[in-house]
Nanobody, 114 residues
């Protein structure tokens, strides 16, 4: 069983930055595609960014150039650096691991005030 623990969320003013972290248990992290998703109130969960085992990345169009996903396989951790934050980035952010099946973290709240 894989456990994912997110941290780094909080309240920030528009234009500010936050860095989310997700630490994974187990031994499959380095073989997995990792992702960050978010869900705003009343909306469906949506993909923000993914990073493959070979560090190939993919981003939602609205965060390109502002967010950066990265991974440290030695620490079993994936990061999401979020810069130039906007109020529309406000959501619960979830970490996701995909390897044969999917695993989810518990989520961390990000609130961007205008």
């Amino acid at each position: 069983q894989v456990q994912l623990v997110e941290s780094g969320g909080g309240l920030v003013q528009a234009g500010g930055s936050l860095r989310l972290s997700c630490a994974a248990s187990g031994s499959i992290f380095s073989s997995s595609t990792m992702g960050w998703y978010r869900q705003a109130p009343g909306k469906q969960r949506e993909l923000v960014a993914t990073i493959t085992r070979d560090s190939g990345t993919n981003y939602k169009d609205s965060v390109k150039g502002r967010f950066t996903i990265s991974r440290d396989n030695a620490k079993n951790t994936v990061y999401l650096q979020m810069n130039s934050l906007k109020p529309e980035d406000t959501a619960v952010y979830y970490c996701n691991l995909r390897w044969i099946r999917q695993f989810w973290g518990q989520g961390t709240q990000v609130t961007v005030s205008s």
